[in-house]
């Protein structure tokens, strides 16, 4: 996924609720976003082509997991703008 500006928008709300916490799970989420930066420079490493999600899994688990790959990232840019945009107004 991508970063959008939901993510700053959000934490001004999450902030009084969770307190201290908050530090933790933002920190927790940085380690996953690594181990998942890690497994695409390691794909892009072993797979020197350009694309995403649709140009790895084709070339590590097929045409269907691609194309099921694809439909998954073009929904969530879908939802994830939906979001952004309920955010702002």
Request: charged letters at 10%; hydrophobic letters at 45%.
């Amino acid at each position: 996924g991508t970063i959008g500006s939901g993510v700053f928008v959000l934490t001004g709300d999450v902030q009084p609720v969770a307190g201290p916490s908050a530090i933790l799970s933002w920190i927790l989420a940085g380690l996953t976003c690594l181990l998942s930066a890690f497994s695409y420079m390691e794909l892009s490493a072993r797979i020197p082509t350009r694309g995403s999600c649709y140009v790895f899994c084709y070339a590590t688990l097929g045409e269907f997991a691609a194309v099921i790959g694809g439909v998954c990232l073009t929904l969530e840019y879908g939802i994830s703008g939906a979001g952004i945009a309920r955010s702002w107004s």
